[in-house]
């Protein structure tokens, strides 16, 4: 049960970190193609592969001077731009409450603009293409401008974010990205039996510990 007790104890250590709200890039991974990154939760193909969203479009193919195809996407992605429109909204609150996403951010340009909203629109955190890579030059063949990026929430931006924004210079396109996968918080229930599962393997080392002390005086 000690196990356990350590188990909980770093589980409210976790929140009262969690408390300070903050949306930041947990890691950014230079492409592969094909795309090697977190199993997708979307990815842009056909009936579920599409999230709700409104704005941009889901396309696929490139077309020159209107959007690209992301290094080592395959099928559909969404693209946004003056060709496609913008902004392009992402609902993602169906999910609750989300720790963090990634997605394939295609040939990076430091126009792209990319905003985390909560559910009335307001910007909880906002960053640009030059911040994922720099010089961000738009290249649809190098890796390190077609990464997959981590975001991480904590605090109440967990609770309070509810959509993606994506828009680029009104001029120049355009913002791409594919393969998006979603992290939500587990469900009460789910808390739960990793509870019991914790305790369950506490429970077993103590067994396993106590047999081995009676082996050894018999």
Sequence with gaps: MRSLKYFAAGAVLMCSVAANASITIGSITPGTNPYSGP?????F????????YTGGAVVSGSIDSVHAQPYGSLGGYYSVGPADGQPGTIDLSSFGDITSLSFLWGSVDSYNVLNFLDASGNVLASFTGSDIFNPATGSQTDPNTNPVVTFLLSGADITDFAKLQLTTNPSQNAFEIDNLAINPVPEPATWGLMLLGFAGVGFAMR???SKVRLAQIA
């Design 45 to 52: 193909d056909s009936g579920a592969g599409t999230p709700s």
């Design 39 to 43: 199993v997708p939760t979307y990815d």
């Design 207 to 209: 067994r396993s510990k």
